[in-house]
């Protein structure tokens, strides 16, 4: 069984700096697309940054240049470093694992990360 454990979230205020660990168990882990999704009150779920097996990544425009995000396949862990932190960036952070693109995706709890003075 696939299981997510995110952590690193919190309060910091604007321009300030996150880093989000995600820790994966259950799976080999070497072989799963991971990515990092954002849900803010009243809003969608969206997607902020993927990273593939392969090493591939994409970000979604409104964090690009100030997110990045990173594996380690030793440590079974994904991360997403936030820099230039917004009061938009706002929003509880889901982990996210995916084998194949047909197959059911494994969500983490959720981080909540506030971007406030």
């Known amino acids: 069984q696939v299981q997510l454990v995110e952590s690193g979230g919190g309060l910091v205020e604007p321009g300030g700096s996150l880093r989000l660990s995600c820790a994966a168990s259950g799976l080999i882990f070497s072989r799963y697309r991971m990515a990092w999704y954002r849900q803010a009150p009243g809003k969608q779920r969206e997607l902020v940054a993927q990273?593939?097996?392969?090493?591939?990544?994409i970000y979604a425009d409104s964090v690009k240049d100030r997110f990045t995000i990173s594996r380690d396949n030793d440590k079974n862990t994904v991360y997403l470093q936030m820099n230039s932190l917004k009061p938009e960036d706002t929003a509880v952070y889901y982990c996210y694992a995916r084998r194949f693109s047909y197959s059911s995706p494994t969500w983490g709890q959720g981080t909540q990360v506030t971007v406030s003075s």
């Open positions: 990273i593939t097996d392969g090493g591939s990544i």
